[in-house]
């Protein structure tokens, strides 16, 4: 976290700047899956840097707007509301778990990294099993994995980097 006292003022700017960056990186670098016109993108790493760095509120916003943003400027329109949901409480978990605990450790920072991520993956099978049935969910499942673990990989070092630059 970047600190107990922050002012709204700078907690309005991450919020912006970081939601921002989730979007830039889910727009840049995405892999179709065609059984559930989904795709694979690498904007978790962004919304783990928003909620470790952050925390909940900053981590949800970024994971939540930023990715519904990207969702809406690459037309995938019906995920925009269920992206703003899922991202978002995947944002507000890992920042919020990491706010509890008492210490920084990398244990408690993975802990948060897995909860918040795992939400995603399950968020995810469970709209596309609505919307496309339980085969076309279960194709995406892994890459869905995949995202998740690519996010905490580059997410987390990318926090430590960022919180270190920040307190100076």
Do not use: H
Not at 91 to 108: H, K, M, V
Not at 133 to 151: C, D, H, K, R, Y
């Amino acid at each position: 976290m970047l600190g107990k006292k922050i002012s709204s003022t700078a907690l309005i700017a991450m919020a912006a700047i970081m939601a921002a960056l989730v979007a830039v990186t889910t727009i840049i670098i995405q892999i179709p899956i065609p059984a559930t016109d989904g795709f694979f993108n690498i904007g978790d790493a962004m919304i783990m840097v928003a909620a470790l760095t952050c925390g909940p509120i900053v981590g949800a916003f970024a994971g939540g707007v930023g990715s519904s943003l990207a969702d809406l400027y690459g037309g995938w329109y019906v995920w925009v509301i269920p992206t703003l949901i899922i991202k978002g409480i995947e944002g507000f978990l890992a920042g919020w778990i990491l706010n509890r605990s008492d210490e920084q450790t990398i244990p408690n920072i993975v802990l948060a990294w897995v909860i918040g991520g795992s939400e995603m993956v399950l968020g995810y099978f469970l709209v596309q099993i609505y919307m496309y049935g339980f085969s076309a969910a279960l194709v995406e499942l892994p890459f869905n994995i995949v995202q998740m673990t690519v996010g905490g990989i580059v997410g987390i070092p990318i926090s430590k980097a960022l919180k270190r630059m920040i307190r100076g």
